[in-house]
């Protein structure tokens, strides 16, 4: 009997090596290309952003150190605010002697309820204006225009005047309804709602939808991004308000902070410590809520197209 022919044996190890080779080389390739688009002035952008951020941090890190300092403490050189003596008192006196805590609240509350029902009515007239069809809806869409062309102080006379006539003034609702109205809203949510296909819309009409239901069921799930623009907007909008708190609030209980910090600082004006130490206290909830909220808050400023 013959013997069997002895098998092929196949080299794999040279196609793998030609495998890395080609794969090295490719890496090569890329990483020359990538240093090739490099930015030049990477470095520059870097060192720029970063003076920018401490120089941005700077003021709130001062404010700090200034507020833990002993009651009445001065001095003419800079760099001593942040050494020793510290002391946390201050702030327990804030608290127990002042009506800070309730000026937070008033001004979390009337900003939330505010952006709530603004909200709701620039949702509901963005859509009617948008989906719905009426007479004189452009030339009211044209009036919604030329409410962002005049400027809120103009209309400080009047909007006072109507509020006293309904007994609004010194009370929540006084600072609350003067604030719902918002041009810019209906403009962003009605360039939102023109942008939905309309079939969408008239297949469910089709199966029965009355206009509540596109409204609730199909507009405001869709329009989500937009919501929350106006959100951001309108909160940060209404907390930082100063003037028509200011007219309209007589008893210092409903003060708002943006009127009670100031009224606070008039007291101590050659003082920089209990001030400062009040401005603290008031920033902490600010500074909570745009580390809770930084990723809508850039994207509501990214959807806008607005720069701030």
């Known amino acids: 009997m013959g013997q069997p022919n002895p098998i092929p044996i196949i080299d794999e190890q040279k196609p793998i090596k030609k495998r890395n080779g080609r794969e090295t080389n490719n890496k090569k390739k890329q990483s020359k290309q990538l240093n090739r688009n490099r930015d030049p002035f990477l470095p520059v952008k870097i060192t720029i952003a970063i003076a920018a951020g401490v120089l941005f941090v700077f003021p709130i890190i001062w404010m700090i150190f200034v507020s833990i300092k002993p009651d009445g403490y001065s001095t003419a050189n800079a760099i001593e605010w942040f050494l020793p003596p510290f002391t946390f008192s201050n702030y327990t006196n804030i608290i127990s002697e002042t009506l800070i805590l309730r000026w937070t609240f ?96 008239e297949s469910a009409k089709m199966d029965g939808c009355s206009n509540f239901k596109l409204f609730y069921k199909i507009a405001l799930p869709l329009a989500k991004p937009a919501l929350a623009a106006i959100a951001i907007f309108t909160f940060i909008g209404s907390w930082n308000n100063f003037l028509w708190p200011y007219l309209s609030i007589l008893s210092e209980e409903l003060y708002t902070l943006p009127v009670g910090l100031p009224v606070f600082n008039s007291s101590y004006s050659q003082a920089y410590v209990l001030p400062m130490t009040a401005n603290a206290i008031a920033s902490i909830p600010v500074i909570i809520v745009f580390l809770i909220f930084q990723k809508q808050i850039i994207k509501g400023i990214s959807f806008t197209g607005l720069k701030g």
Do not use: C, H, W
């Not at 869409?141 to 102080?153: A, D, N, R, S, T």
């Not at 929540?172 to 939905?196: E, N, Q």
């Open 106 to 201: 008033n001004s979390f509350i009337v900003a939330l309820i505010t952006t709530i029902l603004t909200l709701i009515v620039t949702s509901l007239a963005s859509f009617a204006i948008s989906q719905m069809k009426f007479r004189f809806k452009n030339t009211i869409f044209i009036f919604f225009l030329i409410g962002l062309m005049i400027p809120g102080e103009a209309t400080i006379i009047p909007l006072y005047e109507t509020a006293k006539s309904l007994n609004l003034i010194d009370s929540y609702a006084g600072l609350i309804l003067p604030m719902i109205a918002s041009p810019l809203g209906v403009i962003i949510l009605k360039s939102f709602f023109d942008g939905i296909p309309k079939e969408l819309f």
